[in-house]
């Protein structure tokens, strides 16, 4: 019986080893190919070939041996989206580029009114008996139907989520294979969970994404076999947390798990079902695997571990899949000041990142190669970050095991789109839309299969619902499911503008910024958007005119020395409580220039030393805050005020203001959830005084600044510090003015201020603080 059972096995590998050298052969043979035009192309492009086009194994935490890449050239037809098959096809499109894009060799628009049909022929070799095969498909966007020789193996909708067909009934006992898939998008005309491509792209907005954008692959399997395993570290108790998904396990089945450490063994765990039928739960059947002194993943040391799990009956292996996971935790702390803290590890990090959009001049929403993919990972950690938000967009696995392998950590957002153009789908600041069931039923479903696709992934702390209101509704209803279904991780329900007072995270934008609110005592603050400063680099553009940031400069050393600005800025806001923040962001699209890097990646902006050493510091031991003024944004504080032009040296601390109004701050022109009325404003004008007493001088100085008017000009004992520009925001702002401390003196000191109101005015409000001894 084990001479038979080892024929077998020679036999199988021998068999899936043609099967793979033989569909990849077929694939370098598609015919010819030739990338489109477009604005931009990176590199990497010149390196595309139909024959080896993102060849990776696609699943890197549940790899099998034996699997055929089916990217490469398929036959391509585009059609009105009522007609049925078509009878011909238009050319050839390299999967798996969006038909949009230039590497496809299409760069067509589909359109809503259309629908995209693929095609591709290919031979196998006969599967033994019992054997399954699978058709696999990473992601399409958005609504994909499949047949197989003719037969219609089911459907899908959905951009971001792979999906699978058993295909083992339709496939012809010899000749030629044949699969068919439509697919019909109607971008921002749905209410679908989408990123940033619309049919009318500008400003923040994208080209349109039709089709397949990731990897389609064969994979034989035995009849049973691994579905889906779920990988959860218990860092406290040192165990990985390990549920198996096999449907078909029988008594006469045994489940094999083994961990291991740079190819030393770790640990093991075995599973007869005979002796254990029940011990399954919801997600499949339960293996606890002991790692004893676990050696803990961080983005300074992203260690992983390898696991491999087996399926054996009568002493044979029928299934075995090979992965990794890494040892970590995540969590909300308070740290020894009181301040709510994002806790890696049971130890304070601040986060910091860029917002990664994830585009590509010349694949759109599909990176060139695996080498362009990782690229952009490897420059976030070499400019210092440890973090980034991967921004209404989710990627291949391939893209989180880069950040797993490298050590960056990842909040990962939910796309949601912003609604059709026919019904606007978007929060107020106030309320929560309404969805209709399909829409709400859809977004659900999508929400659940990024959890359960990418859950497995340490690098992966923050799971990010809604961004800027953006399709958002029943929030605190989701924000309490995330958390009931993943509670292993940070929720952020929404990002910027819509807060609901739900979730760990209480997250502003602010550009540039930086700036914070007060989280209250449960929550953590974050700045999850900020920056966003532009530099056009001639010859990198995709657009000659019309190129914007949200504050732009004319050269590299103007640009550092802004960003250098807002680096300063921020560190002073992590003693006041700031746990994290995004800076915008990784590349310049399309018409963005606020990259660190141009759109096709081939400058940098900035130098990477001196990022790296300006990032550093906001990694120490957490600087304590220590205020010199409080500002009226919880208390009211008491100025005297003018509204009329004051008499010579007004700022001076000699000046006599005895004669001069009263009045608490904030200064502000009505009632409002964004800052409340102290004093009401009515006039153009508005002249601010106040003393305050130091007993020490401090070297570190900055201002706490709600600023909703004109210029302002800030003055202390006589000096002027700061010319605020004219400024119409929502929050509070962070500003280092160390540069001036030498100002200050022990005894008494005055801060003056002279505010213009404009056709926008909002409001006025200040405090000075000091970071560190």
């Excluded at 969970?193 to 049919?199: D, L, M």
């Excluded at 304590?624 to 007004?650: F, I």
């Excluded at 001069?660 to 009401?680: C, I, N, R």
Aim: net charge neutral; glycine share 10%.
């Amino acid at each position: 019986m084990a001479s038979l059972n080892r024929q077998l096995a020679r036999r199988k590998a021998v068999l899936l080893i043609a099967f793979a050298l033989l569909l990849a052969l077929i694939s370098q043979g598609c015919g010819q190919w030739q990338a489109g035009e477009a604005a931009l192309m990176t590199d990497w492009a010149n390196d595309v070939r139909p024959g080896s086009v993102h060849s990776e194994y696609p699943r890197p935490q549940m790899i099998r041996r034996d699997w055929a890449n089916l990217n490469g050239l398929w036959d391509y037809a585009i059609r009105p989206k009522d007609e049925g098959q078509p009878s011909g096809f238009d050319g050839k499109i390299l999967v798996p580029f969006a038909a949009e894009s230039a590497l496809s060799g299409v760069t067509k628009r589909v359109g809503s009114e259309n629908r995209l049909w693929y095609r591709r022929r290919f031979s196998l070799p006969k599967l033994l008996a019992g054997n399954r095969m699978l058709l696999h498909f990473g992601a399409v966007d958005w609504h994909a139907i499949v047949w197989v020789n003719g037969r219609k193996m089911g459907e899908h909708k959905g951009c971001y989520d792979p999906f699978t067909f058993d295909i083992t009934n339709s496939l012809s006992a010899k000749g030629e294979q044949e699969i068919v898939v439509s697919v019909w998008d109607p971008t921002d005309e749905g209410s679908q969970p989408r990123g940033k491509q619309v049919t009318e792209p500008k400003g923040i907005y994208y080209t349109p994404v039709t089709g397949i954008w990731q990897t389609v692959w064969l994979e034989p399997v035995s009849s049973v076999h691994i579905r889906r395993l779920k990988i959860q570290p218990d860092v406290d108790e040192e165990l990985l947390r390990l549920r198996v998904d096999a449907p078909g396990l029988g008594e006469s089945h045994t489940l094999d798990a083994t961990c291991s450490l740079n190819g030393n063994f770790v640990s093991r765990r075995i599973l007869p079902i005979r002796q254990f039928p029940l011990q399954r739960d919801a997600d499949g059947y339960v293996l606890d695997v002991m790692v004893e002194r676990p050696k803990l993943w961080s983005p300074d040391n992203p260690v992983l571990y390898g696991l491999t799990v087996k399926i054996e009956e009568g002493g044979k292996v029928i299934d075995e899949v090979t992965g990794y996971f890494g040892m970590r935790k995540i969590a909300v702390g308070k740290d020894e000041d009181g301040f709510n803290r994002l806790m890696l590890n049971d130890k304070v990090l601040f986060q910091f990142g860029p917002l990664d959009q994830g585009w590509w001049p010349d694949g759109l929403y599909t990176a060139p190669s695996d080498e362009a993919l990782k690229f952009d990972i490897e420059m976030t950690k070499k400019l210092g970050f440890n973090m980034l938000r991967k921004h209404v967009k989710i990627e291949p696995a391939q893209f989180y095991y880069h950040c797993d392998r490298l050590g960056v950590l990842v909040w990962q957002d939910m796309p949601n789109g912003n609604g059709p153009k026919t019904l606007r789908v978007r929060s107020s600041d106030l309320e929560d839309a309404k969805r209709d069931p399909e829409s709400a039923r859809q977004f659900e479903a999508e929400l659940k299969a990024m959890i359960d696709t990418f859950g497995n992934h340490p690098s992966i702390v923050t799971w990010v619902i809604f961004n800027e209101g953006w399709g958002q509704y029943d929030t605190e209803r989701l924000t309490d499911w995330v958390k009931g279904y993943d509670p292993t991780r940070i929720c952020n329900a929404t990002s910027g503008w819509a807060d609901r007072g739900v979730s760990d995270l209480y997250d502003v934008h602010m550009y540039p910024g930086p700036g914070m609110e007060d989280s209250g005592p449960k929550r953590v603050a974050v700045l999850g958007e900020f920056g966003g400063l532009g530099l056009p680099v001639k010859g990198h553009l995709w657009l000659d005119k019309d190129s914007w940031g949200y504050r732009s400069f004319e050269t590299k050393e103007d640009l550092a020395a802004r960003y250098e600005g807002l680096i300063k800025d921020l560190y002073g806001m992590i003693g006041r409580g700031l746990a994290a923040a995004v800076y915008t962001q990784t590349t310049d699209v399309e018409s963005e220039v606020n990259g660190l890097m141009t759109y096709d990646r081939k400058v940098v902006k900035f130098d990477a030393e001196r990022m790296m050493e300006l990032h550093r510091k906001l990694y120490e031991p957490v600087p304590k805050a220590w205020m010199l003024l409080t500002d009226s944004e919880h208390q009211a504080q008491q100025w005297r005020y003018s509204v009329n032009l004051p008499g010579d040296d007004w700022a001076g601390p000699g000046f006599d203001d005895s004669g001069w109004q009263v009045g608490d701050a904030p200064f502000a022109v009505k009632e409002s959830v964004y800052l409340p009325v102290g004093t009401l404003w009515k006039d153009k004008e508005l002249w601010l005084r106040r003393d305050f007493s130091l007993g020490k001088v401090p070297s570190d100085l900055r201002m706490k600044v709600y600023h909703g008017v004109e210029p302002a000009t800030i003055f202390i004992n006589g000096k002027k510090v700061k010319e605020l520009p004219r400024r119409g925001k929502r929050h509070y702002q962070d500003i280092d003015i160390s540069e001036h401390a030498g100002v200050l003196r022990p005894g008494r000191n005055v801060l003056a201020v002279h505010c213009s109101a404009g056709k926008r005015v909002l409001g006025f409000d200040i405090g000075l603080y000091s970071v560190g001894d």
